[in-house]
C-alpha cells in the first residue's frame, strides 16, 4: 500500500516541532524528489545538535563570509528560521539540474502555522525527532535570534 501513494504526487505538511533540522531536510528534498509538494511549518521550533555556544559561533563566523570586490554580490546569509531551513534542503536536491529546480518549487517552509494549514494533518518523521532532553540542542530560532533575526518574541 505504501507504493500506491508514493507514485502519486501529494501534498504534504511536515511539522518541524522537536526535529533535527538536517534530519528531516533531507527525509523532505526526497519527497520533493519523488514530485509531492512539501510545506514546513514551525520552522523556528526546528533543532540544531551540539554544543549551543559552538553552534551560534559557527554561524556567526558563516557571517563574515562575502565578496572582496563588492559585499553586494553575495554571497547573502539567511537570518531567518524559513530561509535558513530553505537553503538546507536547497543543497540537498540537485539545484542546477532540472527535476532539482522542479523540486525545489515545490516546497514552502513557514515561520508558525498559517490559517489555511492549521485542520490539515501534520506528518513527522520518527527517526528525526530529538532524542535526549532539549537542552542538548538549539532550537533555528535561537540561532537565528543571534544572529540577527528580529521576528517572533
Not at 524528489?33 to 521550533?45: D, F, P, Q, R, T
Not at 537553503?87 to 529546480?101: A, S
Not at 494533518?121 to 532550537?139: G, L, V
Request: glycine content about 6%; charged content about 25%; proline content about 6%.
Amino acid at each position: 500500500m505504501a507504493d500506491n501513494n508514493s507514485s502519486k504526487p501529494q501534498s504534504i505538511v511536515v511539522d518541524a516541532t522537536n526535529c533535527i533540522a538536517g534530519r528531516m531536510c533531507s527525509h523532505v528534498s526526497k519527497l520533493l524528489l519523488k514530485g509531492n509538494k512539501v510545506s514546513i511549518v514551525n520552522a523556528e521550533k526546528a533543532m540544531l545538535s551540539g554544543n549551543r555556544y559552538k553552534t551560534i559561533e559557527l554561524y556567526k563566523e558563516h557571517l563574515e563570509i562575502n565578496s572582496v570586490t563588492n559585499p553586494i554580490h553575495g554571497p547573502f546569509h539567511p537570518r531567518r528560521p524559513d530561509t535558513m531551513l530553505t537553503k538546507m534542503v536547497r543543497g540537498m536536491v540537485p539545484k542546477q539540474k532540472t527535476t532539482g529546480i522542479e523540486a525545489f518549487q515545490r516546497l514552502r517552509v513557514y515561520i508558525g502555522v498559517p490559517e489555511e494549514m492549521k485542520k490539515a494533518k501534520m506528518q513527522s518523521f520518527e527517526d528525526s525527532k530529538i532524542t535526549k532532553p532539549e537542552a542538548y540542542y538549539i532550537t533555528v530560532g535561537d540561532v537565528a535570534k543571534q544572529i540577527g533575526w528580529k521576528g517572533i518574541p
